[in-house]
């Protein structure tokens, strides 16, 4: 367990489908992030909330839109994707304190796009 | 702007040797380092980490000492075993880099029995 929940833990979906991944904390952090994970590639950032507010919008495309509600839930909502999106996108949180805390991970949704 | 140069993989071992993986770092402030580790199929847990220089980190078994004369955090394990077959990721964040970490690429290791 730790602390991120991410659902579902894997998605199968077609470049028309909309879908949403949906992240949830329990550890009262105020900051939560996407991150993409694609095979042989560095981690990359996508999206920053903190406080509920977006603070970093990474050079993502269009075609995912995040959304934080709260500050215990974040959502990444998912419209006319591209093979290339195929890829793990993992959830995480922090408390925004000096910049020095640690971030705990979800074990991410892996999602194939056909 | 910051950054993290970790020895690249993959590394193989067999059970019971020594492991070490290197990380070097880039940064404008005074960092806090952290190793993350992720096993198959699950998302990256911290491993450990240090906040000062001259600080180690534990966890594990893993240690890694905070070394900024030669801007280091390298990690160690005396004795692998084949469940630390893993990616280890090396990181930092810093008061300048904001909302931020700072991750390396990844190093696969893989312990045979």
């Known amino acids: 367990e730790t602390g991120v929940t991410q659902t579902p833990r894997h998605l199968v979906m077609g470049m028309t489908n909309k879908k949403s991944l949906k992240c949830e904390q329990h550890?009262?952090?105020?900051?939560m992030y996407w991150y993409k994970q694609s095979a042989k590639k560095p981690l990359e950032l996508m999206f920053v909330?903190?406080?509920?507010?977006?603070?970093e919008n990474n050079s993502v495309p269009s075609r995912f839109s995040p959304e934080c509600p709260n500050s215990s839930h974040l959502f990444l909502h998912l419209h006319t994707l591209q093979p290339e999106d195929s890829a793990l996108y993992l959830c995480a949180s922090r408390t925004l304190r000096e910049g020095r805390s640690p971030l705990h991970f979800g074990n991410g949704t892996r999602l194939t796009v056909t | 702007g910051d950054s993290v140069t970790q020895m690249e993989g993959p590394v193989t071992l067999s059970e019971e040797a020594f492991l070490t993986i290197n990380c070097t770092y880039t940064a404008t402030g005074y960092p806090s380092l952290f190793w993350y580790v992720q096993y198959p199929g699950e998302g990256l847990q911290l491993l450990l980490k240090a906040t000062k220089a001259d600080d180690k980190g534990s966890n594990k078994g893993f240690e890694a000492t905070y070394r900024k004369e030669t801007t280091s955090f390298h990690l160690e394990k005396g004795s692998v075993q084949v469940s630390d077959s893993a990616v280890y990721f090396c990181a930092l964040s810093d008061e300048t880099s904001g909302s931020r970490l700072t991750f390396g690429e990844g190093t696969q290791l893989t312990v045979n029995p």
């Open positions: 909330y903190s406080l509920e507010e977006r603070v």
């Open positions: 550890l009262g952090h105020n900051a």
